[in-house]
């Protein structure tokens, strides 16, 4: 056990550190200047030589100096606002935290709800196994704009502005929620369909145990490994997929901040979310690698 976790480890902070590396090249190659979008402004009056002396201020220590500092923990300052990075990202993260964990957690009850309606019923299982394909292909900001045309707008059910903390969040988790379930979806049924096929399974209905026992108490566990990978990608993916959901509600979290760093070529920022996105799918990830060993004690081996 002590081996395969020392592995697991080991290939999360290979993944973190290629992540990091290949948002800071991209980053320094984007096209554009947010120095020069900044600063090159008449109203402001600084000459040439005060430009480059702020430039010096944000570019100093290249590579190696950017990575020593993201690990004390000190991400810059914002080219933007010249806030440091890290209090931008503790303003927007904790509403991004409650949004991704809540439509996180609906996904998942939406795909076993799918997934094992298909597998009870063999009348409705075309119809349920056609749903996840139908919640893959609606694009996020097209599924926002119409739940708030018809939750908000034609059935007042939902204030577009106000409202208490649930009620703005029921869209944007229903936005989030209703796409990523589809992967999840598709997997567990797919899983439930092949743990079926097994041996067991006519063993223990031959001793007289009915569908639903069978499915409930053998085949879920042994479907669980792949749907929990799946699931893991998709939490992971939550953080970076924020953008266009907070963007359309008009939420102040970590996507909002990526929409307006982006805007301004905001480098510093840009780095920072990218490696927090990294970081939170490396984890959840590595999360899910250890609890294989758990339902699978042969993995540990």
């Known amino acids: 056990m002590t081996r395969y976790l020392v592995k697991r480890v080991a290939q999360a902070l290979l993944v973190l550190w290629a992540a990091f590396t290949a948002a800071y090249i991209l980053l320094q190659a984007m096209p554009g200047d947010s120095i020069l979008i900044k600063f090159q402004n008449p109203e402001l009056g600084l000459s040439p030589a005060q430009i480059a002396e702020i430039r010096e201020y944000y570019d100093a220590g290249g590579y190696l100096h950017t990575v ?11 080219v933007d606002t010249g806030t440091p990075v890290l209090e931008r990202l503790a303003e927007g993260l904790p509403e991004t935290a409650k949004l991704a964990t809540a439509a996180f957690v609906l996904a998942v009850l939406l795909a076993v ?39 908000s707008f034609r059935l007042g059910l939902v204030p577009v502005i106000g409202g208490s903390e649930p009620q703005q969040l029921i869209l944007p988790v229903l936005t989030l929620a209703v796409p990523i379930s589809a992967p999840i979806a598709q997997v567990l049924a797919r899983s439930l369909d092949q743990v079926f096929t097994q041996p067991f399974v006519p063993v223990v209905a031959a001793k007289g145990a009915s569908r639903s026992w069978i499915l409930w108490r053998h085949v879920a566990r042994n479907a ?12 992971g993916e939550l953080i970076a997929g924020s953008v266009v959901t907070e963007t359309v509600f008009g939420r102040n979290g970590v996507g909002r901040l990526t929409e307006q760093a982006v805007n301004a070529q905001d480098t510093p920022v840009l780095l920072a ?13 590595l999360l899910v690698d250890l609890a294989f060993p758990v339902l699978d004690p042969r993995l540990a081996r």
């Open 224 to 235: 669980l490994p792949p749907t929990l990978t799946v699931a893991g990608l998709t939490f």
């Open 113 to 151: 709800l799918i997934a094992f309606a298909a597998a009870h019923s063999s009348r409705l299982r075309g119809v349920l196994l056609a749903v996840p394909a139908l919640f893959v292909s609606v694009p996020a900001f097209w599924l926002g704009i119409l739940l708030i045309q018809v939750f």
């Open 273 to 285: 979310v990218v490696v927090l996105a990294a970081t939170v799918f490396v984890l959840v990830n």
């Open 68 to 78: 020593l500092g993201f690990l004390r923990g000190d991400f810059g300052y914002s």
